[in-house]
């Protein structure tokens, strides 16, 4: 599968955004889905997931903020992000994986500031 991000940009802190990841090829549904971050420097960090099952679970620091859904009817991918703090800022991933298989988006910015 191949993955597209979009929907970043630049934002105050308590504002919000909607990330969207879209995937191309077959088989959307069977693929567990993240979303992560990075900020120059350091490691890539593990934002959300939610499984083939609908199934989801978050990074402590991002509960209560952030929602993270799917449409397997469309192949998307969504990161609904709310209250939004400048620690908030990096670069936003969307993975795809499964038995075999594991794809990666290019990443979206994401800018939260004054």
């Known amino acids: 599968v191949q993955l597209v991000e979009s929907g970043g940009g630049s934002v105050h802190p308590g504002g919000s955004l909607r990330l969207s990841c879209a995937a191309s090829?077959?088989?959307?549904?069977?693929?567990?889905m993240n979303w992560y971050r990075q900020i120059p420097g350091k490691e890539r960090e593990l934002v959300a997931e939610?499984?083939?099952?609908?199934?989801?679970s978050y990074e402590d620091s991002v509960k209560g903020r952030f929602t993270i859904s799917r449409d397997n009817t469309k192949n998307l991918l969504f990161l609904e992000m709310s209250n939004m703090k400048p620690e908030d800022t990096a670069v936003y991933y969307c993975?795809?994986?499964?038995?075999?298989?594991?794809?990666w988006g290019q990443g979206t910015q994401v800018t939260v500031s004054s």
């Open positions: 993975k795809a994986y499964n038995w075999r298989e594991i794809s």
């Open positions: 939610i499984d083939r099952y609908g199934s989801t």
């Open positions: 090829g077959t088989g959307f549904s069977g693929y567990a």
